[in-house]
């Protein structure tokens, strides 16, 4: 394992939850607190790809992220604009 920086915004990464697909290539759930976002990110082997899943008012509170057989995310979380 080495340490890398997946999000350089401020105030990223709490609520985070980790999975490891087949590869062995690790994937990773967490809210930004900047923005109030749920963002979801993976490894592909040379870069970080980082999507933002859910923009609609404060959501990502609390993620857990799992991997399917074809290495497909499923994210629960909380959505603080719609409890």
Same mark, same amino acid.
């Given at each position: 394992?080495?340490i890398?920086?997946?999000?350089t915004e ?11 697909d087949?590869f062995?290539k690790?994937? =990773? ?5 900047? *923005?109030?976002?749920?963002? /979801?990110?993976? +490894?592909?082997?040379?870069i ?6 859910d923009?609609e008012g404060?959501?990502?509170f609390?993620t857990? =992220?799992?991997?399917d057989?074809?290495? *497909?995310?499923?994210?629960? /979380?909380?959505d +603080?604009?719609?409890?």
């Amino acid at each position: 394992w080495e340490i890398s920086t997946v999000d350089t915004e401020e105030y990223v990464g709490s609520f985070s939850s980790i999975a490891i697909d087949f590869f062995n290539k690790p994937h =990773i759930s967490y809210y930004d607190m900047s *923005n109030g976002d749920l963002k /979801y990110t993976h +490894w592909d082997g040379s870069i970080w790809l980082t999507v933002t899943v859910d923009a609609e008012g404060f959501t990502g509170f609390h993620t857990s =992220i799992a991997l399917d057989t074809s290495n *497909n995310p499923h994210i629960s /979380y909380y959505d +603080w604009s719609n409890p």
